[in-house]
């Protein structure tokens, strides 16, 4: 029998999980939940003869270390500080392990020990980062296949509200972990645009709000992704001018997103005692109120708009001009906010999200300029069964499914998804779940 080790069953571990125990039976497995939390294990494993609990503090060897060493495949959906501790017990015990997360500094100092074991580390292994690595290559390659010279790629990915769920002027709720949006940004961003490095610091990184088209959705915002210049080599794209790898939001939502950073409310540094506050004394001893005219006023002529502009609408739907009380805790303003938005970005039960990602390529071929466009929309069935889970989980569990039946030789190292015999079935599986992209040339 073998045995997987799924390390996380938080948001987005749903369908991971009833993916490889809905295989469990025919390749008889034994899939192994840790995690922390012993609810959110029992309500992802249902009760099934094939599944494990193991109830864990990820942080201790002596928790941890027994369950790789039982595991054939470890796939981690811990937090992306986490994913060390197991990144180093798989290669102490040989085992292969998968990851969504972006590959860390330490990870990726790992790479020579993890070849020479004949290991696989896959990491970027869900949505973006993940599908949008296995679709871009898989583009990439094609056009080089036609001896294309690809001189602009921008990819743009976000998880959104769905239309039929979207009752807040924000144009957003949670799908995910929440704390990701607040810290969203926070590093700054780097990109290629028209053979210029451009790096944009996060006090302005929401600023600029520049739309693309994406169809029977309409106008969506964007902002720059981290570093997408550490993608150049990966991509194998040498004549490219433009690269640029972007998130997705509603307009109004970027708006409002700069103008809370703009405001300080992000930030995660500070400290505040919120005994005998409200949200209202919060922003007044947070922006130097003088008790001259009314808040929404001051705070409008801090962010740079008029009193009735949508963005002070937007800050007053989300309370904070109110005198509700705050929890008595020492805390950051980032968490703070986070409070409050847990309750008001709160998907109901039978609410949908919706995953959007969308790639635009330019190519010159045979002297001829080309664009290509490739889109992907996907809704979800409710919060629990969720467009984000989908995407982030499925890939994961079909390249560990893959793997243990030696339907795909595991490329060693730490990698990303971007090699063609690791990208071309799981597209290919992918595609029968409904995560199908759609493409335009013009």
């Not at 080089?144 to 921008?154: D, E, L, Q, Y």
């Not at 970005?345 to 990602?357: G, I, L, P, Q, T």
């Not at 243990?404 to 799981?426: A, D, E, F, H, Q």
């Amino acid at each position: 029998m073998q045995t997987i080790l799924i390390a996380g069953a938080g948001k987005s571990s749903i369908y991971l999980i009833q993916y490889l125990l809905t295989h469990a039976p025919r390749n008889k497995w034994k899939v192994i939940v840790a995690d922390g939390d012993e609810n959110a294990i029992a309500e992802k494993i249902k009760g099934s003869s094939y599944a494990e609990a193991a109830v864990i503090d990820i942080t201790k060897a002596s928790d941890r270390e027994p369950l790789v060493k039982r595991a054939d495949i470890i796939v981690s959906l811990m937090p992306p500080h986490l994913h060390i501790h197991l990144a180093k017990d798989c290669l102490k015990h040989k085992k292969n392990l998968i990851t969504s997360s972006y590959i860390s500094d330490e990870m990726k100092e790992m790479d020579k020990a993890v070849k020479e074991a004949g290991l696989m580390f896959m990491c970027e292994m869900g949505l973006d980062p993940g599908i949008d690595h296995m679709t871009a290559n898989k583009i990439i390659h094609s056009i080089h296949r036609v001896a294309g010279s690809i001189t602009s790629f921008k990819s743009y990915c976000g998880g959104l509200i769905a239309p039929e769920s979207d009752n807040n002027p924000w144009h957003y709720k949670f799908s995910w972990n929440p704390k990701n949006i607040i810290t969203a940004g926070f590093g700054g961003a780097k990109y290629l645009q028209n053979g210029k490095h451009v790096e944009v610091p996060y006090e302005k990184m929401f600023e600029h709000n520049k739309k693309i088209k994406v169809d029977d959705l309409g106008m969506l915002a964007f902002y720059p992704n981290r570093d997408s210049l550490r993608y150049l080599d990966l991509y194998d794209v040498p004549d490219i001018k433009t690269f640029l790898r972007a998130t997705l939001r509603h307009p109004s939502f970027c708006k409002g997103w700069q103008a809370l950073i703009t405001l300080g409310l992000t930030n995660q540094e500070d400290v505040f005692d919120t005994k005998g506050h409200t949200y209202a004394s919060w922003i007044k001893r947070k922006t130097g109120f003088k008790n001259k005219g009314s808040l929404s006023r001051h705070v409008a002529d801090l962010v740079g708009v008029s009193e009735d502009d949508k963005v002070i609408s937007m800050i007053e739907w989300l309370g904070l001009f109110d005198e509700s009380p705050l929890k008595p805790a020492k805390c950051s303003s980032a968490d703070i906010l986070l409070e409050l938005l847990l309750d008001k970005w709160k998907m109901a039960s039978v609410e949908k999200d919706m995953v959007v990602m969308q790639h635009e390529i330019e190519y010159i071929h045979k002297g001829k300029k080309i664009t290509l466009t490739s889109s992907m929309v996907l809704k979800g069935e409710n919060r629990e069964y969720s467009a984000m889970a989908k995407t982030v989980g499925l890939p994961m569990g079909i390249l560990a499914r893959m793997v243990l039946n030696k339907k795909i030789t595991p490329p060693t190292g730490v990698l990303l998804p971007v090699m063609p015999s690791v990208y071309r079935p799981l597209l290919t599986e992918l595609a029968h779940h409904g995560i199908v992209f759609s493409e335009e040339v013009s």
